[in-house]
């Protein structure tokens, strides 16, 4: 993780929310095969300590380590994240897992030396749709993503298509505490695809996707045909259905404050 230097050419124009949305800096990290034990242990040594004290004192909401389940060529294979309310105490964060990483040379080097730092990215995101539960202290949960490049101008729709027939899915199940908390996560500076969207959902474990399955399922069941197609229309509206991906991330690290 690193500070940054927001650099806006002359002439380009951007604007930020009328509600703030608390943020959300994700690092994501190629670490070389064979070398993840290693990597995670460098982190958890490092940076784990300061990030449990900012949660207990309100600097951050929450904060996670993540590596991949299923293997992507060439993609990051771990991401380490916080999420605080504003943009001060982001760079409280940063600043202080920044001196954490100073204070441990020999950690930082692993960091450095057993990842491909060419595929390394930072990301500030910020939620535009937002249905939290509670992550019980010491649970270490797994997290579906699905990422959708939403068509120019259709931010809108797309969350308000989420929101009438997928949202009232998720808000049951993490009402029973099958699901953790669902969120749609967009750019709050784009230094990648403007137009990228990731719906996140954060479960206990793997055997919680059954549970969603079987919910969509039965939703899907109940719809007409009517409502299916406009559906399945809907999809192919208002994204770029070649460029969904979905990925599946385990936490080896994970804390929200209660």
């Known amino acids: 993780m690193r500070n940054y230097l927001i650099t806006l050419a002359a002439g380009i124009l951007f604007t930020l929310p009328a509600t703030a949305q608390p943020k959300t800096l994700v690092a994501l990290y190629k670490v070389q095969p064979g070398k993840m ?32 389940v299923l293997h992507s060529p060439g993609e990051p294979n771990l991401a380490a994240w916080f999420t605080a309310p504003d943009y001060a105490r982001i760079q409280k964060a940063d600043d202080a897992v920044l001196a954490a990483i100073a204070s441990h040379p020999e950690e930082a080097r692993i960091l450095l030396e057993e990842a491909d730092m060419n595929a ?8 535009s749709v937002e249905k939290l ?13 699905a990422y959708f490049r939403v068509k120019p101008g259709k931010d809108g729709d797309f969350d308000k298509f989420g929101e009438k027939f997928y949202s009232p899915v998720y808000e049951k199940l993490i009402k029973d505490g099958s699901v953790y908390s669902y969120q749609v996560l967009r750019q709050a500076f784009h230094s990648d695809d403007p137009d990228g969207a990731w719906v996140v959902v954060t479960v206990p474990d793997m055997a919680a996707l059954d549970k969603l399955d ?31 991906r979905d990925y599946l991330m385990r936490c080896v690290a994970y804390r929200m404050h209660q």
């Not at 007409?224 to 070649?242: C, V, W």
């Open 214 to 244: 079987a919910a969509f399922g039965a939703k899907m069941k109940a719809l007409t045909p009517a409502e299916r197609s406009m559906m399945d229309n809907s999809g192919r509206e208002l994204s770029d259905i070649s460029a969904h």
């Open 133 to 145: 539960g509670k992550v019980p202290d010491g649970v270490k949960p797994f997290v579906a993503l």
């Open 37 to 68: 034990p290693e990597y995670v242990a460098a982190l958890n040594k490092m940076v784990v300590p300061v990030l449990d004290r900012l949660v207990e004192d309100g600097t951050i909401q929450a904060y996670g380590i993540e590596t991949g």
């Open 120 to 127: 390394h990215r930072d990301m500030l995101l910020e939620s």
